[in-house]
Nanobody, 121 residues
Framework: QVQLVESGGGLVQAGGSLRLSCAAS??????VGWFRQVLGKEREFVAA????????DYADSVKGRFTISRDNARNTVYLQMYSLKREDTALYYC????????????????WGQGPQVTVSS
């Protein structure tokens, strides 16, 4: 079992930055992904990182603005978000899975609770 606890959500102005954290406990050698969801829409992939941090992947909409990283000594994965836009407003979830970092939400076994990120104009 893996437990995930996110933190760092909040309200930020467009163009600003925010960092989300995802702290894991339990089995920790997992790939981790960040996803986001807006009410009435499907959950979408944002970024993912392999368990050793060597491989990362990003959605086209966030490439160059978001950075995913991890500190395995702290069992924590981060999503640093820069140049935030109104369309980045969503609930952000981290998720974990054994094996490779992948994009489909359904491929992840464990999920956090989803802090809200709101970007105002």
């Amino acid at each position: 079992q893996v437990q995930l606890v996110e933190s760092g959500g909040g309200l930020v102005q467009a163009g600003g930055s925010l960092r989300l954290s995802c702290a894991a406990s339990g089995r920790t050698c997992n790939a981790v992904g960040w996803f986001r969801q807006v009410l009435g829409k499907e959950r979408e992939f944002v970024a993912a990182i392999s368990w050793n941090g060597r491989n990362t992947d990003y959605a086209d909409s966030v490439k160059g603005r978001f950075t995913i990283s991890r500190d395995n000594a702290r069992n924590t994965v981060y999503l640093q978000m820069y140049s935030l836009k109104r369309e980045d407003t969503a609930l952000y979830y981290c998720a974990a899975r054994p094996g490779l970092a992948t994009k489909p939400p359904a491929s992840y076994d464990y999920w956090g609770q989803g802090p809200q990120v709101t970007v105002s104009s």
